[in-house]
């Protein structure tokens, strides 16, 4: 075996002896890792340059120098790291952002890959993402305001609809209640009508019965078809005033009605027709009376309004009635 030196290896030699410190100097505290990897050994300190050759030696030189301070740390015993250089190295692995330097150390910036790296998406997917139109809209919760709102304003408008149909519903209930208040407020006030005849009919009869010199006349029925009919004639004394009450008259049937006349010198006088109820009397009255009235007649005529008497009579005066 040939044990002459080639080019490579004198430049390993002299690549470890620039590495080696010099006689009497302090051993350096700082790791073989401080060294800049771009210095070369000629600027090293203590240094011997190396035996002149070509460029390809010196280019093999500087990749050798690269090698072994490369393989450096393998040779060296592990050391455990100071709990505090753990605790600053475990807090910039946790930090989303870069961490703020500390008093007296310069603030540590990491790489854009690295950064990248701990938020878990590449800052090329995240460019790419951005310059899609659409996917770098707005946020999840104006979409889902946006809906909450539709939702609300569809159902504000239903119970809008569904109120106006109430509303609707209630003012025809309400347009029927008045319809039927007014129809009775109507027969209400025929029927007030009606009492109110009835009483000043009743207020003139009884004034005619209790004024000074009446003359009281009985009248009976005149066939025994209506035998239970009676009834009174009162005349005041001007010979004008009178009022008549009937008991016992059955209401006419077959569309007939009663009609009084009054005999005087002329004939019969109409003094108007009328109808009867089952069990209820009969008042009548007036303030005008024919001259020379003699008699009194209720006759039962078919048709209303008729001129003279042609139907039969139902009751007529039983006393004598002095001409009046």
Known sequence: ??????????????????????????????????????????????????????????????????EVLGLMPFALAPAAPSPEVKRRLMARLAAPAPATAEAGEPAATPAPATVAARRGFAPASRSRSASVPGRSGAPRWLSALAAALIL???GTCGWLLQDLRERRDAIVRLAAQRDAALRHA??????????????????????????????????????????????????????????????????PAGGKVYQLWFVADQGPVSAGTFAALPGAPVELGSDRMPAGTKAVRITLESSPGAPAPSGPDVLRNADTLHTL
Not at 32 to 42: G, R, T
Request: charge should be negative.
């Open 152 to 154: 609300a304003l569809l």
């Open 1 to 66: 075996m040939s044990e002459e030196l080639t080019s490579e290896d004198r430049a390993l030699l002299a690549a470890l002896a620039a590495l080696e410190p010099e006689a009497g100097a302090p051993p350096s505290s700082a790791p073989p890792a401080a060294l800049p990897p771009a210095a070369h050994p000629a600027q090293e300190p203590g240094h011997q340059p190396a035996p002149p050759g070509d460029g390809a030696e010196a280019e093999t030189l500087t990749r050798l120098y690269h």
């Open 186 to 251: 109507g027969e209400v006030e025929a029927h007030l009508g009606r009492l109110t005849t009835q009483v000043s009919s009743m207020r003139d009869s009884f004034s005619v019965m209790t004024s000074p010199a009446v003359e009281v006349c009985n009248l009976r029925a005149a066939t025994p078809e209506h035998a239970d009919a009676r009834g009174m004639l009162f005349v005041a004394a001007d010979h004008q005033h009178w009022a008549m009450s009937l008991r016992g008259l059955r209401p």
